[in-house]
């Protein structure tokens, strides 16, 4: 288990992953990525045929930079630290507070990794994680991240605890908006171990976090209701809301309204009568008596 801290003196209960996991990743996506790259250096072979040696030289460097280090970069930042090796393995690319990284930090883990990774033949990184206490990189000691393991065999998702009754559904009308992902988490791992810490400790941690959430809402909690009860209270909100997101029914399709047809506009001038047109008779029809032992014909 991590010793990770946040600001609010909150400790993360989050996993490191250690090398032989990080490396089976890092595998699989320099194997998704070079089979991307070979593709591409073929199609750029092919159609940059006619071009002279410099040029064809620089769209290769382009092609490389972008391939093995743009794409890289672009994919943690659009997952939030989960590329394919790692989705595959279970990891994730953290802050050092518990939350989700940002282009700054896959920028830094991108440009870290050509000289670990790319140049150095992973040799620089492995030693780096082996050295380091939580197994970090280079890039993640610059970067200021962590990779942790999301799928934990036997792990146990410990429960906000619910708020007090009386203050069910009393903050539906909240702007939780410009709440930051590492405030919830911090206020998660809080109320989830609150009880295993001292009181006067705990009390503390309590009011600095309900600052944080009362600033970033702009709503103060009501009179005499504690701390750690608003903070309840508001994780519980978002938890409602966010199970209404998931489980709200599809919208039914709308009912065609029935368009009218216009009548036609009689023009200039009389209007001259429809013939009347005579039934044309009907023929009788003989009626047939049914036939011993069977069904009477058609007529």
């Known amino acids: ?21 990080r490396a089976l990743a890092i595998v699989l996506d320099l ?13 750029l072979t092919f159609s940059t045929a006619s071009l002279d040696v410099a040029a064809q030289a620089a769209v290769l460097v382009a092609a490389f930079v972008l391939v093995l280090v743009g794409v890289p970069i672009a994919v943690e930042t659009l997952s939030h630290g989960r590329s394919l090796g790692k989705l595959a393995c279970g990891l994730r690319v953290v802050r050092d507070d518990g939350g989700p990284i940002r282009f700054r930090h896959a920028l830094v883990r991108g440009a870290m990794g050509v000289i670990e990774l790319l140049v150095t033949v992973g040799s620089v ?11 970090r990189r280079l890039g993640d000691v610059f970067a200021g991240t962590l990779v942790i393991r999301e799928r934990v065999p036997g792990a146990r998702v410990m429960p906000v605890p619910p708020p007090p009754p009386w203050l069910a559904g009393r903050f539906s009308g909240l702007d939780l908006s410009a709440v930051p992902d590492g405030l919830w988490l911090a206020i998660r791992q809080y109320l989830t171990r609150m009880n295993q810490l001292d009181p006067q400790v705990g009390a503390a941690m309590a009011a600095r976090l309900a600052d944080d959430l009362v600033a970033r809402t702009g709503a ?14 508001v994780v519980h909100e978002r938890q409602s809301r ?16 029935p368009v009218p047809v216009p009548e036609p506009v009689a023009g200039p001038g009389p209007v001259a009568a429809a013939p009347h047109v005579a039934p044309a008779p009907v023929a009788p029809v003989e009626v047939r008596a049914p036939r011993a032992g069977g069904f009477a014909p058609p007529a």
């Open 125 to 135: 990184a492995c030693i780096a994680s082996l050295v380091s206490a939580r197994g």
């Open 220 to 233: 103060p909690p009501p009179a005499g209701v504690s701390a750690a009860a608003f903070l309840m209270a």
């Open 31 to 43: 194997l998704v990525y070079f089979t991307v790259y070979t593709l591409v250096m073929i199609g």
């Open 1 to 21: 288990m991590s010793d990770l801290v946040t600001g609010d003196a909150v400790v993360l209960g989050l996993r490191p992953a250690r090398l032989p996991s």
């Open 242 to 257: 966010d199970a209404a997101k998931a489980f709200r029914p599809a919208s039914p399709a709308p009912t065609p309204v």
